[in-house]
């Protein structure tokens, strides 16, 4: 059956060059607050601070200070990069007996595990893991940062203050967990109307509506003043476990005050005469890490990205999610929905970040700690909840991500360009990422051609998804090998990932998002001065 949509329609976004920073994110008003640090001469992780805690407002079901995730920094000046990991874990008093398997079934959301009774392991507060993101730009603001704290978490406090705006967009997101949200009363009441989704006065009519972030907004102020680690030691930290132990959380004070972020060396991994900096340990650094050895190791690229290019993808991909499913453990659902943030900064020096945050499922644990207006993450759900397997649930255990944040630096030959690029989207984001990579480092294509350019989903399961715009030679060369269906690129749901990167070429910064994303683009300071 084929789909409904326009064979007409054309969508594109430009890419502009400037000597100055830019910030690509997943929100426009995001972007925007980072673009302002830039222009009031912050440096690319004091930029990625006020980013980060601006997403949590605009996009609060997909992020937010109460998750988790990593990112990979570029030091001009050191000419290093640093990894930074901020992933969730669970708490210490955890018992897996309270995760009892049901006889029948397999769990409801983004992972096929077993499922587990009254999905305790997905939705309410049991589900919930410590979160990180907080301590994560915390110790990297605090390492290279410029600015102020407090300067920086001030634009999300205005966004906040503002309100979440309405659109159909945001609309459309609400509705879409509306079941969940309302078994929550704390959720209901911040996202929903009488139990249903917020309504817009007519599909063609213009609305201001807004949602009530003051909660969040206050939470926000506190942490500027105070610092990043009142969210785990002071009062941010004992409003939120108050309200999460009398939801059912078994997360203590101790869990809070004893997590720490890592920053550490990345994986560095050679390719085409290039370098491709990723994320080590639990992550998809190594998955990425497999699929790069393995394009390296069975295929020479031509001048475009034609079949054999994408047959070499395919089998790259496939390999590389074998030896993760067998070795990590990692068991998402290749159809799991789109439920995380990224975003890349460059800034005028050269300094790079590219940040992914997530609080697993789309709206997280569907809970809300009222006392701070955050909404919970899910990070239980990323371990199997049936024992004895390489990622079973466990007390204080780093969660598994699929996280794949990366800088990449291309051949002398292509440009000797560096790019900082990552994406949103669960299992199919090393995909993305690793194609896009492939196609600036391996086809020389600029940073607007690569995110224009159709691509395929290979997460692990029996078929490939492939954009319906390849040429019908590279459908039909998959299809002699793989079970193949294509789909069109379109903006909800997402059926690939939602990339967002950042380049640098000849003293020059661009910007690119996802094409499909109704709310992402790059911003340049010299836009906000």
């Known amino acids: 059956m084929t789909n409904s949509f326009s064979r007409t329609q054309q969508i594109s976004k430009t890419v502009l060059r400037s000597r100055h920073g830019v910030v690509a994110a997943q929100h426009r008003h995001a972007a925007e607050a980072g673009a302002d640090i830039l222009a009031a001469g912050g440096d690319a992780i004091d930029a990625a601070t006020a980013v980060s805690f601006a997403m949590g407002v605009v996009e609060p079901w997909m992020s937010g200070p109460a998750g ?18 901020y992933g ?38 049991s589900a919930v893991a410590v979160p990180g993101t907080v301590d994560g730009i915390g110790q ?16 999300a406090e205005t966004l906040a203050r503002d309100g979440l705006h309405v659109d159909w967009y945001a609309a459309l997101i609400i509705a879409s967990a509306t079941r969940s949200l309302a078994c929550d009363p704390d959720a209901a009441a911040l996202f929903l109307e009488d139990g249903q989704w917020p309504t817009i006065a007519g599909w063609t009519a213009l609305s201001d509506k807004r949602i009530d972030m003051s909660a969040m907004a206050d939470t ?15 009062d941010v930290a004992a409003a939120m476990i108050k309200d999460l132990r009398a939801k059912g959380s078994a997360m203590s004070m101790d869990d809070l005050a004893s997590y720490s972020a890592v920053i550490e060396d990345p994986l560095e991994i050679a390719y085409r005469g290039g370098r491709v900096f990723a994320m080590p340990g639990l992550t998809a650094g190594p998955t990425l890490a497999d699929m790069l050895n393995g394009l390296s190791e069975s295929f020479t690229p031509g001048e475009t990205a034609d079949a054999r290019s994408f047959a070499a993808y395919a089998k790259a991909l496939n390999e590389a999610y074998r030896r993760r499913l067998s070795g990590m453990g990692d068991g998402e659902s290749p159809a799991a929905p789109a439920c995380t ?23 997280g644990a569907r809970v809300v700690s009222p006392s701070t207006g955050l909404l919970m993450n899910n990070g239980i759900m990323w371990f199997d909840p049936e024992q004895g397997k390489p990622n079973s649930l466990a007390p204080g255990k780093r969660c598994l991500m699929n996280v794949c944040p990366v800088i990449g630096e291309t051949a002398p030959d292509k440009g000797a360009r560096r790019f900082a690029l990552g994406a949103s989207g669960g299992r199919k984001i090393v ?22 350019h159709p691509r395929i989903d290979v997460s692990g399961g029996p078929t490939i998804v492939a954009d319906e715009m390849l040429p019908a030679a590279v459908i039909g060369a998959l299809a002699a090998e793989h079970a193949v269906v294509t789909t069109k690129r379109t903006s909800f749901p997402y059926a690939f990932a939602c990339p967002a990167a950042v380049l640098r070429e000849d003293g020059e910064n661009m910007g690119a998002t996802e094409i499909m994303s109704p709310w992402g683009d790059a911003v340049h300071e010299t836009e906000r001065t």
């Not at 995730?69 to 640093?82: F, H, K, L, P, V």
């Not at 959301?109 to 077993?114: A, N, S």
């Not at 990297?140 to 634009?155: D, I, S, V």
Request: net charge negative.
């Open 220 to 234: 926000i102020a506190r942490l500027a003043e105070a610092g990043p680690r009142d969210f785990y030691e002071g």
């Open 431 to 452: 995909s993305a990422v690793g194609q896009i990579a492939s196609f600036m480092m391996d086809h020389g294509m600029s940073l607007e051609e690569a995110f224009h």
């Open 140 to 155: 990297a603001h605090a390492r290279f940062g410029r600015m102020t704290w407090a300067e920086l978490l001030k634009p």
């Open 68 to 85: 988790g995730g990593a990112m990979m920094i570029w030091r001009q000046d050191e000419g290093r990069a640093y990894a930074v990991n």
């Open 88 to 125: 969730m874990r669970s708490p210490a008093a955890l018992d897996p007996a309270d995760y009892p398997l049901c006889e029948n079934g397999t769990a409801s959301d983004l992972f096929p595990w077993k499922s587990v009774k009254d999905n305790r392991n997905i939705e309410g507060a």
């Open 341 to 363: 943030t990224h975003f890349s900064v460059v800034d005028r020096h050269g300094n790079m970040v590219a940040m992914t945050q997530t609080l697993l499922s789309i709206f």
